[in-house]
């Protein structure tokens, strides 16, 4: 169904950005609300500027946050951009002086903002492209990227007045939580979290965010539920993305259509993307030949040196047919790019600094060149 893939892939459908989607989707909430609000649990924002579902994770996951934030400064910026944005409605102006000032005088803990260090400059110029890019706020007048070299840069900036519904609302106070965890678990604090609604829409919104469910042991309350439901989970795979359930002993995938264009899927057209399959069927190969066997869980426990042995197989069968970049790039950028990516997409998990978990997912999807 085109109108919830649009609210499941987007942050956010602007009305003055995409009018005709916008509308679309704003006729199609009645009949998307009751699987939204019951299965998935979440909060539909509809205004006459934008519409909004608002995602919240069934698990926190190491692939999750800004793409283009790199470090914990950077999501500090940006949070305090938004308090600075509370004084600005829609249309109103301010400059980058104003901002700038503002977060220097506001940010808690030891290091404080130095516009003179050349990568505070480069994180806050990442929030401001990052905040233009969301809609939060308009360029009038200058660029962006002209602060990275030049602190003295002004830049006119336009509110939009979408800030107010960037941030989730918690039902609790979140000043009070010790850990992240606390986080994670804010809708259900004081529930059974393996109950109920709760459960529910923890799974689905596990098998529709992510790259794959996987089983944490037998006794995995969230993958006993899917397998007991699984007729239900089926069918709304197929009715609201047009796509298949695969569930298997320890994983369940959706399978998305051929046909399906989303932003972040594997395999895509980014050249890292065949990288991994084809590290996938290098490890297929050798399950098929003994040489890994993986344990009950389906999972096969590997050093990183096996691992990285094996992207060397890769590199020498293949290599006439990757980009340039990943041709003459390092063995150890390679390395650490390549096994970034596969945790990202549920394909293996880091256990420490020498061993590596191949997880089931991996064999579900595999590459080759002719």
Known sequence: MREFEALLENFWIIKERDRDLYQQV???????????????GYRLLVNPLLIKMEKIPGRAEEWMGIQSF????????????????????AQEQFVLSQLTEFIQSALPGEE????TLYRHRLFLVRVLNFAT??????????????????????????????????????SHNILSYQSWHELEQDEGLDLNPDRGALRRHRVYRRLFLGPALLAEGPEDQDF????????????????????????????????????KNFEETLPDQKVISGLALQVCTE?????????????????????????ERIIDTCRELYSAGWSKEFREMSADRLYRELLGYMAGFSLLQKVNKQEIRILPSAGKVSGVYP
């Open 26 to 40: 704003k006729d199609a909430i009645p009949a998307l609300k009751t699987v939204i609000e019951n299965k998935l």
């Open 70 to 89: 790199d470090h914990p400064m950077e999501y500090a910026f940006f949070c305090l951009f938004l308090v600075f944005l509370e004084d600005y409605g």
């Open 112 to 115: 404080k903002a130095d516009w």
């Open 133 to 170: 890019e969301m809609g939060l706020v308009k360029v009038d007048d200058g660029e962006n990227n002209d602060f990275t070299s030049a602190p003295e840069s002004e830049v006119l900036y336009e509110s939009t007045g979408l800030s107010r519904y960037f941030a989730r609302n918690f």
């Open 224 to 259: 006993l539920y899917l397998k007991n439901f699984r007729s239900m989970f089926q069918k709304d795979v197929g009715d609201l993305l047009e796509s298949d359930l695969h569930l298997h002993k320890s994983c369940a995938v959706v399978m998305l259509n051929a046909e």
């Open 283 to 307: 490890l297929r190969k050798r399950v098929d030949a003994g040489e890994f066997t993986p344990g009950a869980d389906d999972t096969i426990i590997l050093s990183r040196a096996e691992l």
